[in-house]
């Protein structure tokens, strides 16, 4: 399984752009890369998930270079709401399954 | 539709007691996953279920068994609680496949074992 590290905390103003990386330098050639958000109580949500180069949705960005041994979710103009830890997982298939396996997270602090 | 449900949502032990998390899915997915979440931590993975009739070991799985009883449900027992196993459980399912890795998770139980 490929290790992942992340910073342990962010911090940000709302309406600012935040890039969150991943670093992941044994990434295996079929491994997805995925993210996550929790909120205090309550269980993961996922936000993305990609393979390479540029995936973008409602809610993020999720940038992966060529090599995929990092890469940086982005959250265009957060607002106090997206307050929470955010996950990033590298996704092995295993016996038929995804074994999702979670790290420490970043913990993002968006103030006024 | 309910997604994935858990219980109990609380739950008080004395050690040496045993009794079994129940999870279950209305999804149809194949995969499920039992996690557990110390304070201030991120989420450990103590078993998982590729697809109904499998089960496989995650990072913590001592102390814990689990049961695949049909592709809707998944249960997590403790033989024997210990203090260190106070945590809130997570249940989870996805649909499998390295293409989609979105999983779907229940509102935890929190367990405490005195």
């Known amino acids: 399984l490929a290790k992942t590290t992340q910073p342990i905390s962010m911090d940000s103003y709302e309406g600012q752009e935040v890039n969150i990386t991943c670093s992941h330098n044994?990434?295996?050639?079929?491994?997805?890369i995925t993210w996550y958000q929790q909120f205090p109580s309550q269980g993961p949500r996922f936000i993305i998930q990609?393979?390479?180069t540029k995936v973008t949705n409602e809610v993020a960005s999720l940038f992966i270079p060529a090599d995929r041994k990092s890469s940086t979710l982005s959250l265009p103009r957060v607002s106090l709401s997206d307050t929470a830890v955010y996950y990033c997982l590298v996704v092995s298939l295993t016996g038929g399954g995804n074994k999702l396996t979670f790290g420490t997270g970043t913990q993002l602090k968006v103030e006024l | 539709n309910a997604g994935v449900t858990q219980t109990p949502k609380f739950q008080v032990l004395k050690t040496g007691q045993s009794m079994t998390l129940q999870c279950a899915q209305d999804m149809n997915h194949n995969s499920m996953y039992w996690y557990r979440q110390d304070p201030g931590m991120g989420l450990r993975l103590i078993y998982y279920s590729a697809s109904e009739g499998t089960t496989d070991k995650g990072e913590v799985p001592n102390g814990y068994n689990v049961s695949r009883l049909n592709k809707r449900e998944f249960s997590l027992r403790l033989e024997s609680a210990a203090p260190s196993q106070t945590s809130v459980y997570f249940c989870a399912s996805s649909e499998g496949g390295v293409q989609n890795t979105e999983a779907f998770f229940g509102q935890g139980t929190r367990l405490t074992v005195v």
């Open positions: 044994n990434i295996a050639t079929n491994d997805y």
């Open positions: 990609g393979y390479k």
